[in-house]
């Protein structure tokens, strides 16, 4: 039986080399970076290294990049380090429907504490309309909050048109763009995009789980949100991750070597995946088809079988997917993103996610078709009965 992993929105495989660094410091190069003597120092070239690596990407200055432990604490960072630092301005959020929880969650606890957060809707492709953002605006809008790329259906925001809408309306707005599923897919460069705030998470690219960083421009008001040591001018107490640090920015590094290539591969494995899945009847797919859309994800809607049921039956068979997002927990619950782009109510509880990576083959997806030309009918027929 073959082992297909096709769950790489959730977390990616780690490269070899990342691993072997690692590795390498965790055994050798262990010293705090705070610490004076040598085993300090060389630990904090890692720290100094990674910095140039990933400002070198974006375009942007090295002191604009904080490590974090993550996407979600990046989000955190932003929206509720944001929303503090510059609410004497206005008390006003936007930002969408079909955010990841750590944007939505935020967004909760701050409309708790007295900010009024507004949601823009999205069409059926899960893409916002700039005039519902425009309309959206306020003199008193401190903070939008727009997603690059939806970790459910693939949808890809008009982020720098946003960007630039944001800006003429309000130049002291900050723009935060949850990135963690379009880093390393496309090519983002804040400043060009007029993004304040960009969170990113390594192991989406290949890197290591608990490491991320969040670009903060040095034009933007942030309130740490973590108190301690003053690590990172004080902006994220806490002895840094330097093996996941060191990590992350080897996966960077990676990642955009022959980077259009790479990418033309995802979209190939893409249309290929499509392709033949719509030989099944009653199927329906969720967001983006082509490249208007993220290159390693598909939502799949099969009528009449149950998504938990689908996926303990490609899990026999060694194909390993998730039930519309893994990331916020294990739980099954109803995605708020296909509702919000106007999934039937019979296909709510009959979504599948499948997503790919440079480490899925050709092979695989033709094993994945397969297997589902073979177990939807025989699951439709066990449902009837």
Avoid: W
């Avoid at 700039?130 to 259906?153: C, F, G, P, Y």
């Avoid at 496309?186 to 007029?194: G, L, Q, V, W």
């Avoid at 034009?219 to 902006?235: D, L």
């Avoid at 009449?304 to 998730?322: F, N, P, Q, T």
């Amino acid at each position: 039986m073959m082992e297909v992993y096709l769950d790489n929105s959730a977390t990616t495989r780690c490269l070899p080399e990342v691993a072997a660094l690692m590795t390498h410091i965790m055994c050798e190069d262990y010293g705090n970076p705070s610490s004076l003597h040598k085993k300090g120092v060389e630990s904090e070239k890692y720290v100094r290294h990674a910095k140039e690596v990933i400002a070198k990407c974006l375009k942007v200055q090295e002191k604009e990049i904080l490590f974090t432990s993550g996407g979600t604490e990046s989000d955190n960072i932003a929206l509720i380090g944001g929303a503090y630092a510059n609410y004497r301005a206005g008390r006003h959020i936007i930002t969408t429907r079909i955010e990841h929880p750590a944007v939505l969650q935020p967004c909760a606890y701050l409309e708790e504490q007295g900010f009024e957060v507004t949601y823009l809707p999205v069409d059926a492709k899960g893409v916002i309309r700039l005039a519902d953002l425009e309309k959206a605006m306020t003199r008193n809008t401190i903070l939008v909050s727009i997603m690059h790329t939806n970790n459910e259906v693939g949808s890809v925001q008009p982020i720098e048109q946003a960007g630039e809408l944001i800006k003429r309306m309000n130049p002291n707005t900050l723009f935060h763009v949850d990135a963690v599923q379009g880093f390393g897919k496309f090519k983002i460069y804040p400043r060009r995009m007029n993004i304040d705030l960009l969170s990113v998470s390594a192991h989406k690219i290949h890197g290591p789980k608990g490491v991320g960083f969040l670009y903060i421009s040095e034009k933007a008001k942030v309130r740490p949100i973590i108190y301690g040591g003053g690590q990172q001018k004080g902006m994220h107490s806490g002895t840094e991750n330097v093996p996941g640090i060191a990590g992350m920015a080897r996966a960077v590094e990676e990642i955009f070597v022959d980077f259009d290539a790479k990418i033309n591969y995802l979209y190939g494995l893409k249309e290929q995946f499509i392709k033949g899945v719509r030989m099944i009847d009653g199927i329906r797919i969720n967001g983006p088809e082509g490249r208007d859309g993220a290159p390693h994800v598909v939502s799949v809607s099969i009528q009449g079988v149950r998504s938990e049921v689908m996926l303990h039956a490609l899990g026999d068979k060694g194909i390993y997917v998730s039930a519309g997002s893994a990331c916020s927990s294990n739980k099954p619950s109803v995605s708020a993103t296909l509702k919000a782009i106007g999934v039937e109510k019979q296909f709510l509880d009959a979504t599948l996610r499948f997503s790919f990576s440079l480490y899925t083959t050709e092979t695989e997806i033709d094993y994945t078709v397969k297997a589902l030309c073979e177990l939807v009918p025989m699951l439709r027929r066990y449902t009837r009965k």
